[in-house]
Structure formats: C-alpha cells, structure tokens
T-cell receptor, first 111, second 114 residues
C-alpha cells in the first residue's frame, strides 16, 4: 500500500514549457486534490476531483488543467509555465470523513 | 467552512506535553475539527479529528469544548521530531463536492526544545 505517489520529486522548467505532474493513489479514494505551497505560506487549493470524470476549480486554478479518467490518477498539467508557478505542489486524497493522505510533493522551479 | 484562529508560534520542552489551541467560534453543527501537521518540506500529515467528543489516538488527543467553539490538540510527550507547523481546520465531513475541500490557514509553528 503505497498511499499517494507523486512524480517527479524535482523539476526545472523554462518559461513557456509545458509539463504534467503525476499523482496516483492506491487506496480507492473518491476525492483527490492538488495544492501549491509557496515559501512561508499555507497550502492553496488548485483543483480537486470527487470522482472519475468530475473535476472542479479551487482557489488558484489559473494556468493549470486537470482531468480524472480513473479513480487512481489525477494529473496536473501546466500549460505554459511561468516563474510565478515556482512552488511546491502537493497531491492529496481522501474518502468520507477520513483525513487526507498527502504525497511527498513535487518541487518545481520555472526559470 | 468556519474560520479558525491559531497562535503563530509556540515553544515546548522535550518530554513535556504540548497543548496547541484553536478557536473556531463560527463552527456549524455538522463541521468536524481536523488537525494536520507539516514537518519541514514534507507533505502535511493527518493527526486526528473530532465532532464534539474528545478523541485520542496513538499520536495525540483532541479536546473540544462543550460549546465547540474551541479545541486543543495535545501531544502528551513532545519530542524534537514533533517540531512542525500544526494546522487546525474545520470542515463538513463526508462525501460530495465541497464537503471535501480543506482550507489551510497559516497554522502554529511548534518548536520543541531539548
């Protein structure tokens, strides 16, 4: 039981490049979400999903796309990376009233 | 979701109990209190949650006042590894839409000193 797995752990992008951050969970959780965390700040919700085929925007969705084709996977796409998207990205999953399980994060730098 | 208020920082001596307070005076009857912590650079970790009764697990105890307007997370014997930012969050527990959403504040930085 691996929990929530995020890949890659580190990534450097050039401005304008696109990439996909991967998130997978093996707990059959209904809910999955993406957060970003900037230095000295709390976590901000980007997008979330309550099941396969269902996604919705969070607090800071601009510049990011998501899709949920399976229960297990919830990738986050950066369409055209900008320096303002330099951050640490966390994926989380949950079911019912249980607490969230977070991944270990992807540290993204956009130069 | 109801807003929460936590002190920005606290200190605790190693081996002593750490008591972290949280005010949530606008909590609704169907909102639970959740606690998470984030050790430097790691993903947040779920600690405990409760509705109105006190709760205890292997990590901590959660004491919720009778009027549910505040709560205290207790780490009974703090160690250096408990140094982290602790987040108190209230949310409607259960499936469906925005019930799942967690809004993180700035939390309390607990520093456990040797």
């Amino acid at each position: 039981n691996a929990g929530v797995t995020q890949t890659p752990k580190f990534q450097v992008l050039k401005t304008g490049q696109s990439m996909t951050l991967q998130c997978a969970q093996d707990m059959n959780h209904e809910y999955m979400s993406w957060y970003r965390q900037d230095p000295g700040m709390g976590l901000r919700l980007i997008h979330y999903s309550v099941g396969a085929g269902i996604t919705d925007q969070g607090e800071v969705p601009n510049g990011y796309n998501v899709s949920r084709s399976t229960t297990e996977d919830f990738p986050l796409r950066l369409l055209s990376a900008a320096p303002s998207q330099t951050s640490v990205y966390f994926c989380a999953s949950s079911q019912g009233y249980h607490g969230y399980t977070f991944g270990s994060g992807t540290r993204l730098t956009v130069v | 979701d109801a807003k929460t208020t936590q002190p920005p920082s606290m200190d605790c001596a190693e081996g002593r109990a750490a008591n972290l307070p949280c005010n949530h005076s606008t909590i609704s009857g169907n909102e639970y209190v959740y606690w998470y912590r984030q050790i430097h650079s790691q993903g947040p970790q779920y600690i405990i949650h409760g509705l109105k009764n006190n709760e205890t697990n292997e990590m901590a105890s959660l004491i919720i006042t009778e009027d549910r307007k505040s709560s205290t997370l207790i780490l009974p014997h703090a160690t250096l590894r408990d140094t982290a930012v602790y987040y108190c969050i209230v949310r409607v527990a259960g499936s469906g839409g925005s019930n799942y959403k967690l809004t993180f504040g700035k939390g309390t930085l607990l520093t456990v000193n040797p």
